[in-house]
Nanobody, 121 residues
Framework: QVQLVESGGGLVQAGGSLRLSCAAS????????SGWYRQPPGKQRELVAL???????NYAASVKGRFTISRDTANNTVYLQMNSLKPEDTAVYYC???????????????WGQGTQVTVSS
């Protein structure tokens, strides 16, 4: 089994910063893509940022220039540095990973349990 455990959420004032971490554990051979999605109150889950095994990144337009995604491949951990936070960034943030569990297996998506980020105005 693969587990994704997030940490780093919380309450912050507008303009502040937070850093989210997500550690993947279990039978993992490779993580092709990892990243973050979020679900604002009353809205659907949306992409925040992704990073590939090779280090290529993709950001939602709403966070580009404010958020930075990075990963520690050796420790199967992905980070999201969030700066200049706005009230509209308030959401539950979910870690995502596209994981291969053995050399002969296909890749499958896994999700963390979510961590709340609240930005006050």
């Amino acid at each position: 089994q693969v587990q994704l455990v997030e940490s780093g959420g919380g309450l912050v004032q507008a303009g502040g910063s937070l850093r989210l971490s997500c550690a993947a554990s279990g039978a993992i051979v490779s993580i092709q893509i990892s990243g973050w999605y979020r679900q604002p109150p009353g809205k659907q889950r949306e992409l925040v940022a992704l990073i590939s095994e090779g280090g290529a990144t993709n950001y939602a337009a709403s966070v580009k220039g404010r958020f930075t995604i990075s990963r520690d491949t050796a420790n199967n951990t992905v980070y999201l540095q969030m700066n200049s936070l706005k009230p509209e960034d308030t959401a539950v943030y979910y870690c995502y990973a596209y994981v291969q569990r053995s050399r002969s297996a296909s890749f499958y998506p896994y999700w963390g349990q979510g961590t709340q980020v609240t930005v006050s105005s």
